[in-house]
């Protein structure tokens, strides 16, 4: 089983920064990516950066330039850097792992961590 834990969520003004984390363990053989999912009330679930084992990364067009993930993170250990946060990222961020499908360019979360809050306010 993958156990996920999330951090780093809090309140913060438009154009500051916050940097969510996510801690996996258990076992993680059948995982080759994780990812970062948002979701605020009404609005449709959205996979907003993707990690894989190759150390590749992928963004959704509403964060790229603004969002990264660092490549040189620890083991069994991702970060999400959020910079010029704006009020419509306001939302709660999962931390999933998951398989990626390479031809077809699909994420498929299977775990998922238990959600962290992030509020940017105007």
């Known amino acids: 089983q993958v156990q996920l834990v999330e951090s780093g969520g809090g309140l913060v003004q438009a154009g500051g920064s916050l940097t969510l984390s996510c801690s996996a363990s258990g076992t993680m053989s059948s995982i080759d990516a994780m990812g970062w999912y948002r979701q605020a009330p009404g609005k449709q679930r959205e996979l907003v950066a993707t990690?894989?084992?190759?150390?590749?990364?992928d963004y959704a067009d509403s964060v790229k330039g603004r969002f990264t993930i660092p490549g040189d993170g620890p083991k069994n250990t991702v970060y999400l850097q959020m910079n010029n946060l704006k009020p419509e990222d306001t939302a709660v961020y999962y931390c999933?792992?998951?398989?990626?499908?390479?031809?077809?360019?699909?994420?498929?979360?299977?775990?998922w961590g238990q959600g962290t809050q992030v509020t940017v306010s105007s």
């Open positions: 990690i894989s084992s190759r150390g590749t990364t």
């Open positions: 999933t792992a998951g398989k990626i499908y390479y031809g077809a360019r699909i994420y498929d979360p299977l775990h």
